[in-house]
Nanobody, 130 residues
């Protein structure tokens, strides 16, 4: 089993920045071998892909939704088993609950599909005021 705990959400004004974190743990969990993704869900909307960082064997490549490209940056610290999402130039449309997800070595065609991930955190609220 893998446990994911998000933190760092909060309230920020339009144009501001926040960094959310996801700490991963598990008795047999090999952090670097997992694909780590961020998804979000706004009130009344479906969950949507935000960003992903692939496993080390896949070059730790990163991908972003078009809506956040150039504003958000995903990274991972293997020494802390933690993945981060740095969010800059935040907009009110970014308001959502942000979820961290983990999947063992997902293929590229599946990384934007939430159903491909085996483990999920409980989410952290990000609110951007206008």
């Amino acid at each position: 089993q893998v446990q994911l705990v998000e933190s760092g959400g909060g309230y920020v004004q339009d144009g501001g920045s926040l960094r959310v974190s996801c700490a991963a743990s598990g008795s047999t969990f090999s952090f670097s071998s997992y694909t780590m993704g961020w998804f979000r869900q706004a009130p009344g909307k479906e969950r949507e892909f935000v960003s992903v960082i692939r496993s080390r064997s896949s070059g730790s490549r990163t991908y972003y939704a078009d809506s956040v490209k150039g504003r958000f940056t995903i990274s991972r610290d293997t020494s802390k088993n933690t993945v981060y999402l740095q969010m800059n130039s935040l907009k009110p449309d970014d308001t959502a609950v942000y979820y961290c997800a983990a999947g063992p070595g997902l293929i590229l065609s599946s990384v934007q599909n939430g159903g491909a991930y085996a483990y999920w955190g409980h989410g952290t609220q990000v609110t951007v005021s206008s």
